[in-house]
């Protein structure tokens, strides 16, 4: 099962934050779906320092909704036409100029799966009892970071992106990763307005905890609201095996 949360930051009338599973698109919602046979699960953030985030999430996620993973390239070459769409999209009106969104999910098919990741969207899979995060922050912060210039890193905007979809720029999705996922039985995919608030380490503890899986998304909200977040707030629970 899914157990999807993807809630408004804290006097915002529209989220940025958007997810996909199948071919239904969520936002601002707390609910629950089946694990598609073959499709994407996918949350997307748009980007909140530029225009329209919530227009360019949406459609980024309409776009893939619905389609199935074939193969890596086939893949690949369907989120570059989406990004170029995109782009094109923003020059259509002011308000759209240089929209930008990013994107982490898994795409399954015929019992494997791939994830997808441009942005700082996450992805974690549960290993024993331990969180892993599988993808890599597209940051100023970690670009400063891996280049050892940890000052720098600690004084800028840490939620900064230097990869996404659109930005008015098609060449921002060129850090784009698809790799396999190895036999995971839990998924967890977050929007920055958690994992920047809420540690690995608490992430887990709620994950292993015996509140019911439905009840889990909530607890992980929660936690970043008391923690001080007031972004949106995205938390994609995928379990591929109940307990």
Known sequence: MIYIMTHAGEGKEISEDMVLVGDQ??????????????????????????????????????????????DDEILHSKLIEINAKLVEESKTDSKLTKMATTLSGICVKDGEMKYVHVGNTRIYVMQGHYLKQLTSDHTVYSWLRSLGRFEEAEACNKNEITNC???????LIGKLQIQPINA??????????????????DLEDIINSDIPNDEKCKAIREAAQLAGSTDDMTAVLICMQEE
């Not at 694990?35 to 329209?52: K, L, Q, R, S, T």
């Not at 979809?165 to 060449?171: D, L, Y």
């Not at 839990?186 to 809420?198: C, M, N, R």
């Open 25 to 70: 698109v969520y936002s601002e919602v707390t609910d629950i779906a089946d694990i598609p046979e073959d499709g994407f699960v996918c949350v997307a953030d748009g980007v909140g320092g530029n225009n329209a985030g919530e227009v360019a999430s949406s459609f980024v996620l309409n776009a893939l909704s619905g389609c199935i993973w074939e």
């Open 165 to 171: 979809f659109g930005g008015g720029n098609e060449s």
């Open 184 to 201: 995971a039985k839990t998924i967890l995919i977050t929007s920055d307005g958690i994992h920047e608030y809420v540690s690995i380490d």
